[in-house]
């Protein structure tokens, strides 16, 4: 791991609209690995009161995309193709934080791991685990 693209890293947070109104933030970026913090919101509940699958899912699924960015080349971009999540148990707490490590990355494709902590400063808790893969593509002009 010895390139490092922090450029793209924060072009990844900023640059998406369904990120931002998520709430979704980095925390830290290193090569191979980004830390994300979502502050948890009455909106990324289901119906019982415990965060949801899908928040769950976004998280650790954009972190890893970030992870993987860290990782590319100057002009390639990443793209999820395969994505896997395991929920290990109920989340509920005022935050979730996400940790995601690149586990091989590749000239095509990257496999990233992201872990899904939920609880309070005091007590975090792993509920979620993630196997991202992505497609590392450096994409073509299109015309407007």
Do not use: W
């Amino acid at each position: 791991m010895d390139s490092f693209n922090k450029e793209e890293v924060e072009r990844v947070f900023s640059s998406a609209p369904f990120i931002a109104d998520l709430g979704l933030e980095p925390v830290s970026i290193e090569s191979g690995e980004c830390r994300s913090r979502l502050v948890l919101a009455p909106r990324h509940l289901q119906q019982d009161g415990f965060v949801h699958f899908g928040v769950q899912a976004t998280m650790a699924d954009h972190t890893a995309g970030a992870a993987g960015a860290s990782m590319a080349k100057p002009g390639q971009i990443v793209l999820t193709s395969d994505f896997s999540l395991k929920l290990l148990r109920s989340a509920k707490g005022t935050h979730l934080d996400c940790i995601a490590r690149v586990l091989k990355a590749g000239s095509s494709l990257t496999v990233v791991e992201s872990e899904v902590y939920c609880g309070t400063r005091e007590d975090m808790r792993l509920v979620s685990k993630a196997t991202v893969t992505l497609a590392v593509v450096s994409p073509r002009e299109f015309p407007q």
